[in-house]
């Protein structure tokens, strides 16, 4: 567990005094590895309540994401200075960005003390040693959805402080559907149905594994073991991976006959349903905008319940700050990073921004709840699996995708286009490590 640099000075002194009585011998401290990032090495468990307080003399550099985040990172530059006497000064710099400028900026001491990240960019960063460990793991483990703390650790140590998370859900269209179905078998069946009268019920990219790994996941399969963690175990053609991809099949097979892959598009299913010829689209909050724009009377639910009576496990992303291992100021980064993570800070997040805040205490709250596009996300979020973040999962999507389609247009055995799936990626990791 991380403790403060007061705590850990205190503590050497400490042995520093026992040492002198024992043998009369006196080494050095030093709080900076030889690369001078900040040694947050300890991890003694122990009972020991501890305070962290800003290191005197304490300013903070804040890295923060987009131009629609600036106005809430200033609020909570200005309050966090109110409070602790610490100033703050915040930078935009794009979270996607962010991980990789800490490999030159962190060293040369230009980087943010504080920085946004999404989860899937940052394991490189944290097993280069750039990033300091979560201060208060058993805290945050508490009070944030599994979801966001998963994908915010990395060798089951978490080293983020969540704000917020995402994942898709089914838009349908209440001008042609008045509920949202509860099952996959209730969405085909209706969907079968309305393919009589508009253009599609529903249709679904067979190959985008980002989105069909919601089956996949349902059904018992998964990426890596060891929550997806272990690369050396992929679970992508088991018994439940074979299960999701009949399921796939069936979508075809009932809701888009004929239909090649290849013409199934993000752009072709958004548009369809922009214009009300589809019913149903499974999608993320990024779409809710443009459906607003095109006047669609639509409704979000949870992912319809598979035949085997599990919801589907959808990825989830997850965004988070995290603390620069170079920052001259590490209880005072720290602090920051825990304040701007408190329920008042991300309430007024999801307020200014939008996000969906992973704080179990503000699920429901009534700001939220009363939002039922929110409610739908956050109650499929539950469900969901945080994308790998580790380097092996590009490796995955290309030959996914080419075995699902490879089903899809031309009927090819499942158990064997899965086997030729998890072949290709395991020879990708093999010539990764080597």
Known sequence: MVKSMKF?????????????????GNDDASKEDTDGAVDNGVSEENDFDFEIVPEEGAELLFWSEGEENLDW???????????????VQVEEVNQEDAPERLATDGPSGLAGDVFASTHDRIGRAISAGLVLEN??????????????????????????????????????????????????????????????????GFLMEPGNFYFTYGFFGGYGGYVFGDNNTDVNEIGLNNEGSVKAVELIKKLRDEVAPGVAAEDITYDVRTS?????????????????????SAGINFGIAPLPVLDNGQNPKSFSGAGAFYVNAYTP??????????????????????????????????????LIQSNPFAVAFLEQAEHAVPMPNVAEMPLVWGPMEAAVNEVWNNDVDIQEALDRAVNTIENAILEQQQ
Request: glycine share 4%; charged share 25%; proline share 5%.
């Open 73 to 87: 990172a200033r609020e909570m530059a200005e309050a966090f200075e109110a409070e602790y006497g610490v100033p």
């Open 272 to 292: 369809l349903f922009e214009t009300g010829d589809m019913a149903f689209d499974i999608n993320g909050p990024w779409a809710i905008q443009g459906y607003r």
């Open 135 to 200: 201060f208060w793991p058993e805290e945050y483990e508490a009070e944030f959805m599994d979801a966001a703390i998963q994908a915010t650790s990395f060798d089951n140590v978490l080293y983020g402080y969540p704000a917020r998370i995402e994942t898709y859900a089914l838009y349908y269209n209440k001008d042609l559907v008045e509920t949202a179905p509860i099952t996959m078998d209730e969405l085909i069946e209706v969907a079968k149905e309305l393919n009589n009268e508009i253009d599609r």
């Open 329 to 366: 100021y590490p209880d005072a980064a720290a602090l920051f990073a825990q304040f701007i993570t408190s329920e008042e800070s991300l309430l007024k997040l999801y307020e200014t921004v939008g996000h969906l805040p992973p704080r179990l205490a503000l699920l429901d709250n009534e």
């Open 8 to 24: 850990l000075l205190l503590s050497f002194l400490m042995l520093m005094l026992l040492t002198l009585v024992a043998c009369g």
